[in-house]
Nanobody, 126 residues
Framework: QVQLVESGGGLVQAGGSLRLSCEASGRTFSSYTMGWFRQAPGKEREFVAAISWSGATTTYADSVKGRFTISRDNAKKTVYLQMNSLKPEDTAVYYC???????????????????WGQGTQVTVSS
């Protein structure tokens, strides 16, 4: 079993930055592909970013490319999401997710992930 705890959410003005953290415990962290998803009020949860277990491969939703950066520190069992140039449409609850994946690659569908954090609120004001 893997437990994930997100932190770093908050309220920022448009154009500002936030850094989200997701600390994992349980199984060996390096064996897991990690991803970030978000869900805005009244909308379905959507993919944001993912990173392979070694960190060699990352991928992003088109809506956040060039603004968000995902990274991981396997020694600390932590994955990060650096969010720059935030827009009001980035407002959502952000969820960290992981799944065991033998390949050093990324997964982008929420159905591919079997462990989830509790979420952290990100609010971007105009």
């Amino acid at each position: 079993q893997v437990q994930l705890v997100e932190s770093g959410g908050g309220l920022v003005q448009a154009g500002g930055s936030l850094r989200l953290s997701c600390e994992a415990s349980g199984r060996t962290f390096s064996s897991y592909t990690m991803g970030w998803f978000r869900q805005a009020p009244g909308k379905e949860r959507e993919f944001v970013a993912a990173i392979s277990w070694s960190g060699a491969t990352t991928t992003y939703a088109d809506s956040v490319k060039g603004r968000f950066t995902i990274s991981r520190d396997n020694a600390k069992k932590t994955v990060y999401l650096q969010m720059n140039s935030l827009k009001p449409e980035d407002t959502a609850v952000y969820y960290c997710a992981c799944t065991y994946y033998s390949r050093d690659y990324v997964l982008t569908s929420e159905n591919d992930y079997n462990y989830w954090g509790q979420g952290t609120q990100v609010t971007v004001s105009s």
